[in-house]
Structure formats: C-alpha cells, structure tokens
C-alpha cells in the first residue's frame, strides 16, 4: 500500500471548514483513499473513501487531485466534537488485509 | 454505517489472570475480523487477523498462545489475554469488514485493559 503525508497538527475555528490534507505521490491506480478519526479513547471512525472522483457524504467531502498525488479531506463546519486524529490511508482493495495506520493529523477545533 | 460492538469497555485485572474482550458485528456479517492494540500516544497496530472458521493469523511478534483469538460464528470473534501482566495493558480494538460494503472496516469502541 502507497504510504502517505500528513502534517501532525491543525488548528480549526469552530464553524468554520476544516481542511486537511494529505499526500499519496506514489499512489497505484487500482489505490483508494480512505478517511477514518479517531476521537481519543475510542475507537476509529469510517469518515469516507473514493478512487477518483470526489465523494461528499454527511460527514465530509474527499476531494481528490487529478493525478492522484493528493487529496483533502473536508469537513464543512467543524464542531468542537470534531477533535480528533484523522488519519488518510490508501490501500487496494483487499478483502482479507487490514489498515495500516500511520501517525495521522490531530486537528484541534478551537471555540 | 455498520456497527461493532466491543465488551467489556473496560477492565482491571490482576496479573496473571486471563481476560475475554468480545468483539460483535451488530448489523452486518464479517468473515474477517481484525484485532489491533494502541499504546498511548500511539498509532493502532495490528495484532491478528481473525477469519470465521479458520485459526488465526498472527503479526510477527505477537504471541499466539498468548493472546488466544476465536472465531467462532460471522458476528463474533473473541480475543484472550491469557496470563496477563502490567506490560499488556493497553487499547485493544477490534474491526470487521462489511463485505457488503466493498473494503470498508468499521471499528469497535476499544476495550482499555489494565493489569495491576
């Protein structure tokens, strides 16, 4: 699986648009790009996934650059409960493989 | 989404006893299902993969007589910690794949071990 680039830390004011990207440079074309967050002491959470298009769902919008090499990940108006650590992963899909987790990107929604 | 439910949420154990955390599918079946364990500060790393009907498939370094996996039905699999000690205490997460949802794993709520 590709391995990824998040930055450790943002900052978001409550109620606004929370950016957070995420580099894949060596993304395979057959790769998604799944979201999951972890809000502390629970487990993951599914945010949303796509291969190439952009996917909006209730959560979040994923939008993904033409060539693939990155991609964003959006949530429109965040809330103070949307403090977390979001983590970007790109795999194939294999029915019988896990999620490998890196370090992911710890946003703070401040009020 | 689908739903995975982990029991207990929380546990105090003494060391040396043996410790059950259940992990369900609540609305979905899952012929595989994935148990990780997360220190703190920490990202998940996997512990086993767990496919209904068949032994499990352990991550290097991970003692199987240890922590004893069963998967007995498509909506359970069960995880042991066998002879506990202070140093296994953690974050253990399971997670179940919706095949009727492509890739997509969905998670239980953790259960926090500690061994006294």
């Known amino acids: 699986d590709a391995k990824t680039t998040q930055p450790p830390s943002m900052d978001c004011a409550e109620g606004r648009a929370a950016n957070l990207p995420c580099n894949h440079s060596?993304?395979?074309?057959?790769?998604?790009v799944y979201w999951y967050r972890q809000i502390h002491s629970q487990g993951p959470q599914y945010i949303i996934h796509?291969?190439?298009n952009n996917e909006t769902n209730e959560m979040a919008s994923l939008i993904i650059t033409e060539d693939r090499k990155s991609s964003t990940l959006i949530l429109p108006h965040a809330t103070l409960r949307d403090t977390a650590v979001y983590y970007c992963?790109?795999?194939?899909?294999?029915?019988?493989?896990?999620?490998?987790f890196g370090p992911g990107t710890r946003l703070s929604v401040l009020p | 989404g689908a739903v995975v439910s982990q029991h207990p949420s929380r546990v105090i154990c003494k060391s040396g006893t043996s410790v059950k955390i259940e992990c369900r599918s609540l609305?979905?079946?899952?012929?595989?299902m994935f148990w990780y364990r997360q220190f703190p500060k920490q990202s998940l790393m996997l512990m086993a993969t767990?496919?209904?009907?068949?032994?499990?498939?352990?991550e290097q370094g991970v003692e199987k007589d240890k922590f004893l996996i069963n998967h007995a039905s498509l909506t359970l699999s069960t995880l042991t910690v066998t002879s506990a000690h202070p140093e296994d205490s953690s974050f253990y997460i399971c997670?179940?794949?919706?095949?009727?949802?492509?890739?997509?794993?969905?998670f239980g709520p953790g259960t926090r071990l500690t061994v006294l």
């Open positions: 997670s179940a794949r919706d095949g009727g949802a492509g890739d997509t794993q969905y």
């Open positions: 060596t993304i395979s074309g057959n790769e998604y």
């Open positions: 796509g291969l190439k």
């Open positions: 992963i790109v795999r194939v899909v294999s029915y019988g493989q896990n999620f490998v």
């Open positions: 609305d979905f079946q899952a012929t595989t």
């Open positions: 767990s496919n209904e009907g068949s032994k499990a498939t352990y």
